[in-house]
């Protein structure tokens, strides 16, 4: 099946500061999707993308599906400290709609 | 309108038994899926039923089974249970836009 490989594992960042992740799969997916899950629950959607090349932001967060449809990445500007845990993407595979997931990012904001 | 919910929150089991979890996706929602969650490797697709089928199967072996009822609730069950089934079961529902799928909270099984 499809490999998701996401980057980085973890980051270290400063509050106030920009964050940048990826996800790379081997083959195309159908749609992209961003979740954030905080320990102890389960992961929630942030940002849906449905075609090659588009743009969506929610509030901080934007995202973007990239024109190969292999690739996709997450940025989140200005952080703060409620933007700690774990980011996943996700993807759609256009031969049976299986959802899978990337292994996530981990995000530590210090004060 | 409600979440995705998941029951029990808890369960620690001992090995050789057998589990069986719940899942009621959000009103409306036909299709819902399973994952396995563990620190080291990530969200494991376990399978997908939509209107009680089995739609999509992940690479688990036969002990993980699972079915869907009339009303989109479905149940998860682990039989033999192993030490390494340790991990979050995670629920999730995808409705009429199949593109978007909601998680419940999960299940934390411990198996001792």
């Known amino acids: 099946g499809q490999q998701l490989n996401q980057s980085p594992q973890s980051m270290f960042i400063q509050e106030g500061e920009d964050v940048s992740m990826n996800c790379t799969s081997s083959?195309?997916?159908?749609?992209w999707l961003w979740y954030k899950q905080d320990p102890g629950e389960g992961p929630v959607l942030l940002i849906a993308?449905?075609?090659?090349?588009e743009l969506t932001s929610n509030g901080r967060l934007t995202a973007q599906f990239g024109i190969t449809r292999k690739d996709s990445f997450l940025n989140i500007s200005a952080s703060i400290p409620s933007d700690v845990g774990i980011y996943f993407c996700?993807?759609?595979?256009?031969?049976?709609?299986?959802?899978?997931f990337g292994k996530g990012t981990r995000l530590h904001i210090l004060p | 309108k409600a979440g995705v919910t998941q029951t029990p929150r808890y369960l620690i089991k001992t090995r050789g038994q057998q589990v069986t979890l719940s899942c009621s996706p959000i009103?409306?929602?036909?299709?819902v899926s399973w994952y396995q969650q563990t620190p080291g490797q990530g969200l494991q697709f376990l399978f997908e039923?939509?209107?009680?089928?089995?739609?999509n199967k992940g690479n688990f072996p036969g002990r993980f089974s699972g079915r869907q009822f009339s009303n989109s609730r479905s149940e998860m069950n682990v039989s033999t249970l192993e030490l390494g089934d340790s991990a979050l079961y995670l629920c999730?529902?995808?409705?009429?836009?199949?593109?978007?799928?909601?998680f419940g909270p999960g299940t934390r099984l411990t198996v001792l």
């Open positions: 993308l449905y075609k090659a090349g």
């Open positions: 009103s409306g929602h036909r299709s």
């Open positions: 999730a529902s995808r409705g009429t836009n199949y593109n978007e799928q909601f």
């Open positions: 083959s195309i997916f159908n749609t």
């Open positions: 039923y939509f209107s009680e089928t089995q739609r």
């Open positions: 996700a993807g759609q595979e256009p031969r049976d709609d299986k959802i899978i």
